[in-house]
């Protein structure tokens, strides 16, 4: 007799070395195979796969017993309550990068302000952002062009027309100079920091992942070039290491940015800083 969905979920044991959520990685995947919700796998704990899916459901399970990210697994992640087309060429986009959307829309900007997404990755903090004011014109830059592309997807599939993707390193194909915000997700962990090699960002890119000078590299590049791009008044903000935060106000600080300040994030770690420009380098 093939396994009921109540036996399947206990196969969540396994998953117990390399997950802090096997429970919830067993139910995502058969809530994905099944295109049901997981109301479904508790109302009807005694259904049964068909061979083709349960096929499917041990080939998934396999990837995530050696470590791979369920969202690599069924390519999608949602992000700010949008679902997010994900693949390994980009970041899985995580709960507490929603802080930096957060604290964007709370910025006294225009209603018709004019937005740059560094380094979009899957196109999570443009197209949030976008989703939420739609008087904001949004564009979104990656130097990775199959981030573009996904980024470009995930754009179509929400329908979201006050946003716009392009490939670019940083700043170098981006001719506008009039931004009233700036936000980007750099890269920003140590090469050396041993968390590289723990858990799903084994499987994430590493370009994504590291910069140099203890994790301040990229950080610092933005920081040079954004004046350049800014309106005076206009903001710039990141989010970054835990242990960055007063690193990061220094460099701002010193790029002529004002109201310069760090907010935490759930866990009370430093998560996101901040700038506005005041027109003087």
């Known amino acids: 007799m093939p396994p009921t969905i109540s036996e399947l979920l206990r196969r969540s044991d396994q998953l117990a070395a390399v997950s ?13 195979l099944l295109g049901k919700d997981r109301a479904f796998l508790y109302t009807w704990p005694d259904h049964q796969l068909n061979d ?3 096929a499917d459901f041990y080939a998934a399970f396999e990837r995530r017993k050696n470590g791979e990210p369920v969202a690599y697994i069924i390519g999608q992640r949602e992000f700010w309550s949008l679902p997010l087309e994900v693949e390994p060429s980009t970041l899985i986009p995580r709960p507490e990068t929603e802080l930096l959307v957060e604290v964007a829309l709370d910025l006294p900007l225009p209603e018709k302000a004019q937005v740059l997404d560094l380094g979009t990755g899957t196109g999570a903090i443009a197209l949030a952002l976008a989703s939420e004011r739609s008087g904001w014109q949004v564009d979104a830059v990656d130097v990775v062009e199959e981030a573009v592309a996904l980024a470009e997807r995930n754009r179509q599939t929400l329908q979201l027309n006050n946003a716009r993707v392009w490939q670019s390193c940083w700043f170098q194909c981006v001719t506008a100079n009039g931004y009233h915000l700036i936000v980007s997700n750099p890269p920003y962990i140590d090469p050396q920091d041993a968390h590289l090699q723990q858990g799903d960002v084994r499987f994430e890119p590493r370009s994504a992942l590291v910069a140099q000078q203890s994790g301040l590299a990229d950080i610092e590049t933005i920081i ?5 791009h800014l309106q ?8 970054h290491g835990y242990d960055q935060g007063e690193a990061v106000q220094r460099l701002l600080t010193e790029g002529g940015f004002k109201q310069v300040e ?12 901040l700038g506005c420009y ?3 380098r």
Do not use: I, K, M, Y
């Open 278 to 280: 005041s027109g003087q």
């Open 224 to 228: 040079a070039c954004a004046p350049g």
């Open 232 to 239: 005076p008044g206009g903001w710039l903000l990141f989010e």
């Open 52 to 54: 083709a899916r349960l």
């Open 262 to 273: 760090t907010r935490q994030d759930l866990a009370g770690n430093d998560r996101v800083s």
């Open 20 to 32: 802090d959520t096997p429970r919830l990685d067993v139910e995502v995947l058969l809530c994905h």
